[in-house]
Nanobody, 122 residues
Framework: QVQLVESGGGLVQAGGSLRLSCAAS????????MGWYRQAPGKQRELVAA???????DYAASVKGRFTISRDNAKNTVYLQMNSLKPEDTAVYYC????????????????WGQGTQVTVSS
């Protein structure tokens, strides 16, 4: 079993900053890509940012230049630094990781965290 635990969400005024963290634990041999998704009420879940084990990153156009994703491979942890927050960033933010659980299989499985609420007031 693999668990992803997010932290760092909360309420912030527009223009403010928050830093989200997501720590993976459990039966982990290696982790490939890790990412952050978000889902606002009445909308589909969307990719916010992703990072490979080698450090390559990808961002949604709406957050590029404001958000920064990073990871600590030794701690199996991914971070999302969110600056210049806007009310439209309000959503539940979910962490995702592609995990190889054992040396004996090359398959990767996708896991999700429970989500953390980010609310940006105008």
């Amino acid at each position: 079993q693999v668990q992803l635990v997010e932290s760092g969400g909360g309420l912030v005024q527009a223009g403010g900053s928050l830093r989200l963290s997501c720590a993976a634990s459990g039966s982990i041999f290696s982790i490939n890509a890790m990412g952050w998704y978000r889902q606002a009420p009445g909308k589909q879940r969307e990719l916010v940012a992703a990072i490979t084990s080698g450090g390559s990153t990808d961002y949604a156009a709406s957050v590029k230049g404001r958000f920064t994703i990073s990871r600590d491979n030794a701690k199996n942890t991914v971070y999302l630094q969110m600056n210049s927050l806007k009310p439209e960033d309000t959503a539940v933010y979910y962490c995702n990781a592609d995990v190889r659980v054992t040396y004996y299989s090359i398959r990767y499985y996708g896991y999700w965290g429970q989500g953390t609420q980010v609310t940006v007031s105008s």
